[in-house]
């Protein structure tokens, strides 16, 4: 559950679990030992992982020598910790060591795609966002330093590696806790360098920490997507504040058009919460129009969920949860159509396309990722999943395009 970190961790986790003779299973019930690594972000993460170990119960019941385990996020906190002690002694494993908020970098990772990979350059978070956990879960910030991160790359570009998404709770800030002068630009420009490595994404950024000399890395670097996730939160300046963003509606808009003038064509991407302790109908309505002018590509959205021990948790001004929801709905009636009209865009002109997947549901159909980040689904079989194909883009909705491979 959660983001690309747990993802990473999870692959991590696997490779431990083989080298101590494990293998995977298809099927639940055929397991002899059950991880759940869990996030717990919002409330509906956590809740996720709750209903999995109350189906567990009954499988439990049935097969008593299956192992259960809870890792990640969750087990970080006391309060969900208690809980799946208190309802589910199903539960074999969940020992928590003091400040365990990251998985050693030096061990391997049973890697779940071997053409793409994710790459930790930084832990934990120092910027306490007054609705957010994660620098409680996740720790204080720290950096890998540079040599060892570029030592990971390059084996991983000798093996068959093509795309590389760096990660971090905060890249921009990379580089602050290292004894050496050294920033998120100056990393980008040597992973740049390093042969068999063709596409470089990073995950996630913070606006208040985006640098010239980052923007300025789009235009220079020709292995860097054409693609940038600067999470806004909301656009209304006096809900930033509330929100300890540190930065206001007009520094971010100010950023952004940067970004456009260096790069018009680049692809934007947010993440915006709607009814935030606070949210006045004038607040959300700033985050509408500025929706509105960033135009973004896609946007992953959220309703605020109160997170136990955070600044936001003890306001009393809790939006109703009927006015969260109804605005929910109305930003998504903003946004589908912008995402729509920016893919139709697409539509006639011939693109670069990583191949991830093949259908499940039909063989002949596969899809991948645009420079943009755009998912792509066409005509295609196995021999493509892995490799980059140019494709000619026929037709486009608000979520993906669909083409056919140019012969």
């Not at 003779?21 to 996030?39: K, M, P, Q």
């Not at 002068?181 to 596409?199: H, M, T």
């Given at each position: 559950h959660g983001c690309q970190m747990n993802e990473h961790d999870s692959e991590k986790i696997t490779w431990l679990l083989e080298k101590m003779g494990y293998s995977f299973v298809n099927e639940i019930d055929e397991a002899d030992f059950i991880i759940l690594n869990t996030c717990s972000v919002r409330h509906s993460a956590e809740d996720k992982v709750y209903g999995q170990l109350g189906n567990l119960k009954n499988l439990k019941s049935k097969k008593k020598n299956i192992k259960i385990a809870v890792c990640g996020c969750m087990m970080q906190r006391d309060e969900s910790r208690n809980y799946?002690?208190?309802?589910?002694?199903?539960?074999?494993?969940?020992?928590?060591?003091?400040?365990?908020?990251?998985?050693?970098?030096?061990?391997?990772?049973?890697?779940?795609y071997n053409f793409k990979s994710y790459v930790n350059i930084m832990y934990g978070c120092n910027n306490?966002?007054?609705?957010?956990?994660?620098?409680?879960?996740?720790?204080?910030?720290?950096?890998?330093?540079?040599?060892?991160?570029?030592?990971?790359?390059?084996?991983?570009a000798k093996h068959g590696t093509k795309e590389v998404t760096l990660l971090g709770q905060n890249v921009?800030?990379?580089?602050?806790?290292?004894?050496?002068?050294?920033?998120?630009?100056?990393?980008?420009?040597?992973?740049?360098?390093?042969?068999?490595?063709?596409?470089?994404?990073?995950?996630?950024?913070?606006?208040?920490?985006?640098?010239?000399?980052?923007?300025?890395?789009?235009?220079?670097?020709?292995?860097?997507?054409?693609?940038?996730?600067?999470?806004?939160?909301?656009?209304?300046?006096?809900?930033?504040?509330?929100?300890?963003?540190?930065y206001t509606?007009?520094?971010?808009?100010?950023?952004?058009?940067?970004?456009?003038?260096?790069?018009?064509?680049?692809?934007?991407?947010?993440?915006?919460?709607?009814?935030?302790?606070g949210e006045s109908e004038e607040d959300f309505l700033d985050t509408l129009d500025l929706v509105k002018k960033v135009e973004y590509d896609?946007?992953?959205?959220?309703?605020?969920?109160?997170?136990?021990?955070?600044?936001?948790?003890?306001?009393?001004?809790?939006?109703?949860?009927?006015?969260?929801?109804?605005?929910?709905?109305?930003?998504?009636?903003?946004?589908y159509p912008i995402q729509e009209r920016k893919n139709k865009a697409f539509i006639g002109k011939d693109v670069d396309v990583?191949?991830?997947?093949?259908?499940?549901?039909?063989?002949?159909?596969?899809?991948?990722?645009?420079?943009?980040?755009?998912?792509?689904?066409?005509?295609?079989?196995?021999?493509?999943?892995?490799?980059?194909v140019k494709v000619r883009i026929k037709d486009a909705n608000s979520f993906s395009l669909v083409g056919e491979i140019e012969s």
């Amino acid at each position: 559950h959660g983001c690309q970190m747990n993802e990473h961790d999870s692959e991590k986790i696997t490779w431990l679990l083989e080298k101590m003779g494990y293998s995977f299973v298809n099927e639940i019930d055929e397991a002899d030992f059950i991880i759940l690594n869990t996030c717990s972000v919002r409330h509906s993460a956590e809740d996720k992982v709750y209903g999995q170990l109350g189906n567990l119960k009954n499988l439990k019941s049935k097969k008593k020598n299956i192992k259960i385990a809870v890792c990640g996020c969750m087990m970080q906190r006391d309060e969900s910790r208690n809980y799946v002690i208190e309802k589910f002694p199903n539960v074999d494993t969940m020992d928590i060591e003091e400040n365990a908020l990251s998985i050693d970098d030096k061990l391997g990772a049973n890697r779940l795609y071997n053409f793409k990979s994710y790459v930790n350059i930084m832990y934990g978070c120092n910027n306490f966002c007054s609705y957010c956990i994660v620098p409680y879960t996740r720790g204080r910030e720290t950096s890998r330093r540079p040599g060892e991160i570029i030592r990971e790359i390059e084996d991983l570009a000798k093996h068959g590696t093509k795309e590389v998404t760096l990660l971090g709770q905060n890249v921009n800030s990379y580089g602050k806790t290292l004894d050496e002068k050294f920033s998120f630009a100056n990393l980008l420009e040597e992973i740049n360098d390093i042969k068999g490595i063709e596409r470089i994404r990073f995950m996630t950024s913070h606006p208040k920490d985006i640098s010239d000399e980052l923007i300025y890395s789009f235009k220079n670097l020709d292995k860097l997507c054409n693609f940038l996730h600067l999470p806004v939160q909301a656009g209304s300046s006096r809900v930033l504040k509330m929100m300890n963003r540190k930065y206001t509606r007009e520094d971010y808009l100010r950023k952004i058009d940067k970004v456009k003038s260096l790069n018009p064509n680049i692809a934007l991407s947010t993440d915006i919460m709607v009814g935030f302790p606070g949210e006045s109908e004038e607040d959300f309505l700033d985050t509408l129009d500025l929706v509105k002018k960033v135009e973004y590509d896609t946007a992953f959205t959220f309703i605020y969920s109160v997170r136990e021990n955070t600044p936001a948790a003890n306001r009393t001004d809790q939006v109703p949860d009927k006015v969260k929801h109804d605005r929910f709905e109305r930003l998504l009636d903003v946004l589908y159509p912008i995402q729509e009209r920016k893919n139709k865009a697409f539509i006639g002109k011939d693109v670069d396309v990583l191949v991830e997947d093949i259908s499940k549901k039909n063989e002949s159909k596969v899809s991948g990722r645009t420079d943009e980040f755009k998912l792509v689904n066409f005509k295609g079989d196995k021999n493509d999943v892995g490799n980059i194909v140019k494709v000619r883009i026929k037709d486009a909705n608000s979520f993906s395009l669909v083409g056919e491979i140019e012969s």
